[in-house]
């Protein structure tokens, strides 16, 4: 590290250990010399913990310390809610209770058997629940507490998600290709919507507490204020906004209140949180708050551009009142374990994306960037099958992969599906491979009964020989009311001859391990479903509940394989 870098980082540090000696102690110490309060948790994951100080004392500062090395510091601040502590460990005091906590998923590989960690007030340990006044770990780690304190001379420290990395303060090539992402994402806002991106919660902190990077923090955050008062439509409104920055090249992952936005095959990311006015003018922020105060329209006055580390930013003009807000009171003190489970205040739940959009943005990412050039081992099994229709409806085809497929043994195909990214790729790729005269797309959310009942009738009614209704990987990715309006769509419009087929994760598979997590499934009984097609007239030719049918990735899913005919 830089020797001027070292030598403000130290200097910084001393300046804060004579701030600390000033405001005075304020922890109260027992007759032994042991500071009034707990760690009630040490886990592999989470150290939380308490302090009891009169109401009136200054900030108090937790340092989590490896043998002597401090590795992290924190604030106690008062509980509210408080951490469920166990029992017996209550919390007998008269006094403030102030709670902190520590995210050390990254401790484990520094230490060894025989050191000891504790959690120490103004140099004093705090008794650790179940283990005394120390910690020893399980087993060795394969580095040592020197290697630490040498990276931690560096600039390197101990993040909010429990992580060494180099501070955000000093990778200046980090800001670089953050700042690149934030503005590109900027302007997908701006030009297409007239939204102003805007810093947003730890990213906002920063700028008003530390004039630039919070250098624990793991990423970078941005909001925009939405047109709309109500919240399901600033729901949609956030929607469509994730729905175009997949069009325009970017990977999204929605959260119910977030977006978490990448430029594939990178590992930074801008978090995009929406906000909006209600109908009352006061400002609701979906994620949540963890502050009392209120912002109000009137107090909104806009945003002004500020220079930032490695580009330009736009920061609200009444930054410290929304950090205020978000934070509460006490915003200027530094809480490394901040937890918003714990802590928050209020949010907009009847604003956040339902599983449905969230759903819809998935695929949407997920078509724009998984392309394949042949079949499934689910299309490979029915295109065999003896007696299965030259003509068939793909429902769920999602990029097109087995409708193309069927495609080139002859078969004419519809392909729906609702998401437009996938139909545009499905459609593409028929015309590159010459498909385009006999397989086709259209855009369908099969939720909406009528407009299904419509593309089910473009190929039943140009066609009189059979048809198949082909579902594969489709019947657990929909509720089951959509499931029981599909059914009774096909119910409706097959004809004698007509076949469904349909490959699907069964109740079995629920536990099993995924290569995809992010998405929503719904896993069914088999036996059930067997049943159903009975009751919808068809007769049931095949059907097998097994793994081994569709492998990927190390991934062998329970599915069931049914082939019926009416």
């Known amino acids: 590290m830089d ?30 010399g042991r500071v009034d309060g707990m760690v009630e948790e040490f886990s592999k994951r989470l150290v939380t913990g308490w302090i009891s100080v009169p109401a009136d004392a200054a900030p108090e500062r937790v340092e989590l310390c490896i043998g002597d090395l401090v590795v992290g510091s924190t604030y106690a601040t008062p509980d509210s809610p ?39 007030v103004n140099g004093r340990p705090l008794p650790i629940h179940g283990h005394g006044m120390f910690l020893t770990p399980p087993r060795d780690g394969k580095r040592s507490v020197k290697a630490l304190a040498a990276r931690l001379e560096d600039g390197y420290l101990l993040t909010h998600t429990g992580r060494f990395v180099l501070s955000k303060q000093l990778d200046t090539a980090w800001q670089g290709r953050v700042m690149d992402l934030y503005t590109r994402v900027r302007a997908v806002l701006h030009d297409d919507f007239g939204l102003d991106a805007f810093l ?15 250098g624990h923090d793991s990423d970078f955050d941005a909001g925009y204020l939405s047109t709309r008062s109500d919240p399901r439509e600033a729901a949609a409104e956030y929607q469509e906004i994730a729905l175009a920055l997949v069009r325009h090249g970017f990977h999204v992952e929605a959260h119910p209140a977030s977006l978490h936005v990448h430029d594939r095959g990178s590992e930074e990311r801008i978090e995009l949180f929406h906000t909006f006015f209600d109908t009352q003018d006061v400002l609701r922020i979906p994620f949540g708050i963890t502050g009392r105060s209120m912002v109000t329209r009137n107090d909104w006055q806009g945003v002004r551009e500020v220079e930032w580390p490695g580009g330009k930013a736009l920061l609200p003009v009444n930054a410290e009142q929304l950090a ?5 009171e006490d915003w200027r003190v530094p809480k490394q374990g901040f937890v ?21 943005i998935y695929w949407a990412s997920f078509y724009a960037q998984t392309h394949y050039t042949s079949g499934s081992t689910f299309f490979e099994f029915v295109s065999g099958w003896p007696g299965i229709p030259d003509n068939v409806i793909d429902i769920g085809c999602g990029d097109g992969r087995d409708s193309c497929a069927f495609g080139t043994t002859g078969r004419h195909v519809l392909g729906v599906d609702q998401s437009p990214v996938g139909i545009e790729n499905a459609s593409q790729q028929a015309e590159e491979r010459g ?14 009964v009528t407009d299904l009942g419509h593309a089910m009738d473009e190929i039943t009614q140009r066609t009189e020989g059979p048809v198949a209704f082909y579902m594969r990987f489709f019947l657990h990715a929909i509720p089951e009311d959509v499931q029981r309006g599909l059914m009774h769509a096909i119910d409706t419009h097959a004809r004698p001859g007509d076949f469904l087929v349909a490959e699907f994760r069964t109740d079995k598979d629920a536990e099993n391990t995924k290569v995809h997590t992010k998405h929503y499934r719904r896993f069914q009984n088999a036996e059930v479903f067997r049943s159903s097609l009975g009751e919808h007239g068809f007769e049931v030719l095949h059907f097998e509940e097994n793994n081994g049918l569709s492998p990927y990735k190390g991934e062998d899913p329970v599915l069931c394989r049914a082939v019926a005919r009416r």
């Open 3 to 32: 020797v001027q870098v070292g030598n403000m980082l130290r200097s910084a540090l001393e300046d804060g250990r004579k701030l600390l000696a000033a405001l005075g102690t304020g922890a109260q110490e027992s007759g032994d």
């Open 82 to 120: 408080p951490f469920p502590g166990p029992e017996p460990a209550g919390r007998n005091s008269g006094q403030q209770i102030r709670t902190f906590s520590f995210r050390v998923r990254g401790i484990w590989p520094w230490v060894k058997r025989s050191t000891r960690i504790t959690l120490r």
């Open 200 to 214: 947003m919660y730890g990213s906002l902190l920063g700028a008003v507490r530390e004039g630039g990077y919070i």
């Open 324 to 328: 205020e807000h978000i934070y509460g």
């Open 340 to 360: 918003w489970r714990l802590d928050k205040t209020d949010s907009a739940p009847e604003a956040e994306l339902s599983t449905e959009q969230r759903t819809k």
């Open 435 to 448: 498909l385009g005269d006999r397989v086709s797309f259209r855009t369908c959310d099969v939720a909406d």
